[in-house]
């Protein structure tokens, strides 16, 4: 859908303000670390490539040496320091920077660059912070300038109170009422948050938070609610557009990087959706963001009402999830809008054929799942919060939520095939509500156990929160592993559990034999995936993009049939081919876990661009989200 408004630009004005930026300062995230990963290698990567475009100088302060911003040959000049203000300071004293890029680096880069403005330093070197003003980043960061900032435009946000002390913590939940749920500002991942049934409960929970945080906000209890996230894009000039909505598979009461997410939302009706844009961009622009933020929603599963939970005024997690899952390349977008650019003028680098002003339509799903490694510590609590616990996320395509449930699942590389019953899960019935109510990582598979068992959709919903549409194909999962179990394997049969996300495995499993026979099977049934492409554009207009999946909601390719054998034998049309060239496949390391990180993105990045330099076409097979080897411009297939 174009965007509401689009305002007139003026290309003297724009060229004049771009000649006078010649040195760019890009700060970091540092080392890597729960709740700030390899998402803000990605950011920091795309915002360097758009210095290079412009033939700016660009200098990176990271201490992160296994990432690919840190590799010679993207930033001009690196320093392998800490990114806090004293170092900082001393590089801007040494280089001189005329700009200053804070939205790149998590909120890391986010919360030194607000210190770097309050202490005058800024100013002192006359560095010019490009993109979303400092003066807006603390109002999104302050929550009690936030939700006044809200206020004036009448946008509902939780009743709340901002405290700077123990006591005022303890009258304000009095004030509101228990449960309450607390937020730390300027926090990373969720840090100091949670809910508290009582002032019992609540006091340990303050000392933790004010430890780190000088304020912490007491706030209305939501949960349950439906937790709904718009990435949204806006340049100096007030055109606005959302790139990207996604709707949380668990209600408020899971930190949204703890969360299932799917792209595009599934259980909003259309005036939700347009409803939760427009308080968006109404917002966005409000608050005057120039570049990329995503805006997150609690939404009443009961009625329309909802609270606007925050807004993140830099590029995050999110945003590299929504960036993959859309194909429009929000990191670089967002720089080069920092740069004064306007949405109009840019072209989105993807599709080459739209501007960035074109908001991406989507005939697929994308689901995002985050993969834990709490088994490898001890006393930890393996009950997922309002507090990050996952190491790294994994994301799936295809063309229906029972599909991309189960391929996601296997990504994670946990053992898992989809939602087979686990025998090691030992789940009694007397213990399922519990583990349904209190989640952790395996709640998933709980719920599965509890749909074979007969519960219904509903009961589960009411113990859990989850929206009954997703439990409604979880159950029919359930159903179609039951009808393997007893039912000949047909060819609709067979048809059917593959698009809903059945592996040859996971049936062979079912019937009693290896995968190889399921394959046979299935080969000699002609049923076979078919290589899909993102287009961004639902079709609506033409695009060629290197983003591709597999799914069996297809019957026929729209790429070269070489991909997946000679196909076209069995009805397929003949695809598109890009060149003759030899091709050299890389294989990524898929999710993040402990041991095995950043550091074999930046491997696989390097071994691309080797490979390009040699002549040879690149295949690329990760399925991260995080990481820079899945951006839209390392590699000719992906």
């Known amino acids: 859908m174009p965007p509401k408004k689009v305002a007139k630009t003026s290309e003297k004005t724009l060229g004049e303000n771009r000649h006078k930026i010649k040195k760019v300062l890009v700060l970091g995230s540092g080392a890597l670390k729960i709740g700030e990963a390899g998402e803000f290698d990605y950011s920091g990567s795309q915002a360097i490539k758009a210095l ?38 001393q590089v801007i004293k040494k280089e001189k920077p005329d700009g200053i890029f804070l939205a790149f680096g998590g909120q890391t880069a986010l919360n030194c660059g607000v210190e770097l403005f309050q202490k005058g330093i800024l100013k002192k070197y006359n560095v010019k912070v490009l993109g979303t003003p400092v003066e807006t980043i603390i109002k999104t960061e302050d929550r009690d300038l936030f939700n006044k900032e809200l206020t004036k435009i009448s946008v509902k946000m939780p009743r709340s109170f901002a405290c700077t002390d123990f006591d005022e913590a303890l009258s304000a939940a009095k004030k509101i009422g228990y449960p309450v749920i607390i937020r730390a500002a300027f926090a990373l991942g969720g840090k100091g948050s949670g809910f508290a049934a009582d002032e019992k409960e609540l006091k340990p929970m303050l000392e933790n938070a004010f430890s780190y945080s000088p304020q912490v906000l007491v706030e209305e209890n939501l949960k349950g609610w439906k937790e709904v996230e718009y990435e949204v894009v806006r340049d100096r000039f007030d055109n606005c557009i959302t790139g990207c909505n996604m709707e949380n598979f668990d209600p408020l009461g899971i930190h949204t990087g703890e969360s299932i997410v799917v792209a595009p939302s599934q259980t909003l009706t259309n005036r939700e959706y347009h409803k939760l844009r427009e308080l968006g961009i109404k917002t966005i622009r409000h608050l005057g963001i120039v570049g990329e933020c995503n805006i997150q929603y609690a939404l009443d599963p009961k009625s329309e009402d909802y609270r606007v ?316 989200p995080e990481t820079v080897s899945t951006d839209y411009d390392l590699c000719d297939r992906l």
């Open 52 to 89: 290079k475009e412009e033939g700016i100088f660009s200098v990176l302060i990271n201490p992160n040496i296994a990432t690919i911003q840190t590799s010679k040959g993207l930033a001009d000049k690196v320093y392998l320091l800490p990114v806090n203000p004293y170092f900082v300071e």
């Open 309 to 624: 939970i925050e807004v993140n005024a830099r590029l995050s997690r999110s945003s590299a999830l929504a960036s993959k899952a859309t194909g429009y390349p929000l990191a670089h977008v967002a720089a080069k809008l920092a740069l004064g650019y306007s949405l109009p003028e840019l072209k989105n680098a993807v599709t080459k054929t739209t501007t960035a002003c074109f908001e991406p339509a989507l005939d697929y799903l994308a689901l995002k799942i985050p993969r834990w490694d709490l088994n490898k510590f001890r006393m930890v609590s393996k009950e997922i919060t309002t507090e990050m616990k996952s190491v790294g996320e994994i994301m799936a395509l295809g063309r229906s939520f029972e599909e991309v449930i189960q391929k996601g699942l296997r990504m994670l590389q946990v053992g898992l095939y989809g939602l087979v019953a686990n025998d090691n899960l030992k789940i009694t019935t007397e213990k399922l509500e519990w583990d349904i109510k209190h989640p952790t990582p395996k709640r998933i598979l709980v719920i599965a156990e509890a749909l074979r068992q007969g519960w219904t959709v509903e009961k589960i919903s009411k113990i859990s929160g989850i929206d009954k549409w997703f439990l409604d194909k979880l159950k029919n999962i359930v159903e179609m592993e039951k009808e393997l179990k007893k039912s000949p394997l047909t060819k609709e049969r067979l048809l059917q559990a593959k698009k809903y996300g059945f592996s040859d495995k996971q049936i062979g499993i079912y019937k009693g034999v290896e995968a190889r026979e399921i394959r046979d099977i299935r080969k000699k049934f002609g049923i076979f995936p078919a290589v899909k492409q993102i287009d961004t554009m639902a079709a609506e207009y033409p695009a060629s993009t290197n983003y591709l999946y597999l799914t069996y909601h297809g019957e026929t390719n729209d790429v070269d049939s070489r991909l997946r054998g000679n196909d076209t034998e069995n009805g397929n049309d003949s695809p598109r081919r890009t060149s003759n060239k030899k091709k050299i496949i890389t294989l990524g390391s898929g999710a993040y876990c402990i041991g095995s990180s950043v550091e074999f993105d930046w491997c696989c990045v390097n071994a691309l661009q080797t490979c390009a330099k040699e002549g040879f076409e690149t295949v690329m097979i990760n399925y991260n």
